[in-house]
């Protein structure tokens, strides 16, 4: 089994183009608040899939997690079935899973592994943690855990 982690990029103030918004110094805080959650929790990633925005690969560094980290286009403004598919690209021995995007994209995929939970509104830091099932991360293959929002 597998402990996956969707983390919501930091604050991160409007401006264009979106792809390179920067976090904020409140989004630096989040991301570092969100770290120290998941390791009181005792959670380490093996690994982190990281959309390219500017404002997630910051999100990931501002968090300190020493994990190796592939950043990927495939997590910009993506729906939540492309959250899996990308997911299932990871080799299977990864004990935690990382990945920071983007809303709309991770509630979607939270709801969709885990129907019938019901998971926060993914404000900017937060993170929300589910146990998967051995197999491939699919519609029903997940259970919430709980969730963190700085």
């Known amino acids: 089994m597998t402990v996956l982690a969707l983390l919501r990029h930091g604050e991160a103030p409007l401006s264009v183009p979106d792809e390179a918004r920067p976090i904020s110094a409140h989004g630096r805080e989040q991301a570092a608040r969100s770290a120290a959650w998941l390791a009181e929790q ?26 190796p980290m592939t950043a990927t286009d495939a997590l910009y403004e993506c729906p939540g079935r492309r959250i899996l598919d990308e997911i299932n690209g990871v ?18 995929a939270a709801a969709q592994l885990d129907p019938a939970a019901e998971p926060p509104s993914f404000t900017p830091g937060t ?12 519609p029903g293959s997940g259970r919430l855990r ?3 929002t700085p």
């Open 91 to 108: 080799p299977g021995d990864v004990a935690v899973l990382l990945v920071v995007a983007h809303f709309p994209g991770l509630p979607e």
């Open 146 to 148: 709980s969730w963190y």
């Open 42 to 67: 005792g959670l380490e990633p093996g690994h982190a899939l990281v959309s390219s925005a500017r404002r997630t690969v910051e999100t990931f560094h501002a968090t300190g997690l020493r994990c």
């Open 127 to 138: 993170v929300v943690l589910l146990d998967l099932d051995d197999g491939p991360a699919a």
